[in-house]
């Protein structure tokens, strides 16, 4: 497998994971009052939106050719490590 099909794969597992972990919290506001699902409902937005610019950024690196997919790792790699920060503070959030 070449370093870029291995790169794709590790973020799609991440990706999941991330997907799996908001539904999670999705369950959680559901189940909260109404204030606090407010809140809670905000939050899975935003990180949905973080998500979706995830989900673009591994499109992007599919698309890339197997010389070009090198200069998009940096910013794949800042962009995921954003969102990983986000959604484990919202899960510190929802866990209190």
């Known amino acids: 497998m070449s370093k870029k ?3 794709e ?3 799609k ?3 999941d ?3 799996a972990e908001i539904d999670k919290l999705k369950a959680k506001a559901d189940s909260a009052s109404a204030d606090a699902e407010l809140e809670y409902s905000k939050q899975i937005d935003e990180l949905r939106a973080m998500q979706k610019v995830a989900s673009k950024k591994l499109d992007e690196l599919k698309k890339a ?4 997919w090198e200069d998009l790792k940096v910013g794949i790699d800042s962009a995921w490590d954003s ?3 986000s959604i ?3 899960l510190s959030r929802f866990n209190k």
Do not use: P
Request: glycine residues 4%; hydrophobic residues 40%.
């Open 5 to 7: 099909k291995a790169y």
């Open 83 to 85: 969102i990983g920060v």
């Open 9 to 11: 794969k590790k973020l």
């Open 65 to 68: 050719s197997d010389d070009a």
């Open 17 to 19: 994971e991330w997907n």
């Open 88 to 90: 484990k503070s919202a």
């Open 13 to 15: 597992a991440k990706l």
